[in-house]
């Protein structure tokens, strides 16, 4: 069983408000990601981290931001939410290994209405 | 582009039917191979993986996948599902070239007793 969290598990949340969604690891991975993930579509990769004060966009464009001030925490922020945002977000972490198996975390569902 | 198709978006089997899922990846290069598992209300969970040596893989559960370079297959079998194998499983390929982790869609099983 992996040791990856995420909170809150569901929020629900008018437009225009902040909000940060929390990703932490117990397992000491260097490697953090987010995915986006909407009902009956794939994943996709919006977020990834291999280290402290490294972030980088992925494939999928995204209004959020993210930092990496501590290897074990990968917050997830919105300035503004908007129903665009409304979807599933998963954080998930991996070693520095060739292998790269990742593990992901319970997920966050977040409705803004 | 890389992809990762998955054909099968709902499969309904009864309990001891046989199992397989496809997966087919367009991508020419070395890659690193995945199946996950998301049962109902829980998070992402590994089910089996492939880097290199022996392309059948075994899993957990009693999952299988073959992983067939020629035709940049890598299927999920089971020989006999029981109800507790319903769930959405996810065919994900990792390019050594990207270092990203690419899903298929997803394929949602159901397993009545």
């Known amino acids: 069983e992996a040791d990856i969290y995420q909170t809150p598990r569901y929020l629900v949340i008018g437009t225009g408000k902040k909000i940060t969604l929390e990703c932490s690891q117990t397992m000491g991975h260097d490697k953090m990601y987010w995915y986006q993930q909407d009902p009956g579509m794939e994943l996709h990769l919006i977020h990834y981290?291999?280290?402290?004060?490294?972030?980088e966009k992925g494939d999928l464009s995204s209004e959020s931001t993210v930092s990496r001030i501590r290897t074990e925490h990968f917050p997830l922020t919105l300035e503004s939410a908007r129903p665009s945002h409304t979807s599933q977000y998963l954080c998930?972490?991996?070693?520095?290994?060739?292998?790269?198996?990742?593990?992901f975390g319970p997920g966050t569902r977040l409705t803004v209405l | 582009a890389q992809s990762v198709s998955q054909h099968n978006h709902h499969v309904i089997l009864s309990e001891a039917a046989s199992l397989e899922l496809g997966c087919n990846y367009s991508?020419?290069?070395?890659?690193?191979l995945f199946w996950y598992v998301q049962y109902p209300g829980q998070h992402l969970q590994l089910l089996l993986k492939y880097f290199s040596g022996d392309p059948l893989v075994k899993g957990i559960k009693g999952f299988e996948a073959e992983f067939i370079k020629s035709k940049f297959s890598f299927n999920l079998r089971k020989p006999s599902v029981q109800w507790s194998d319903t769930a959405e499983y996810f065919c994900a390929v990792l390019s050594y070239n990207t270092d990203k982790l690419i899903f298929g869609t997803g394929t949602r099983l159901q397993v009545f007793p």
């Open positions: 991508y020419g290069g070395t890659v690193n």
């Open positions: 981290s291999y280290g402290v004060n490294s972030t």
């Open positions: 998930a972490s991996s070693e520095e290994t060739s292998t790269d198996t990742q593990y």
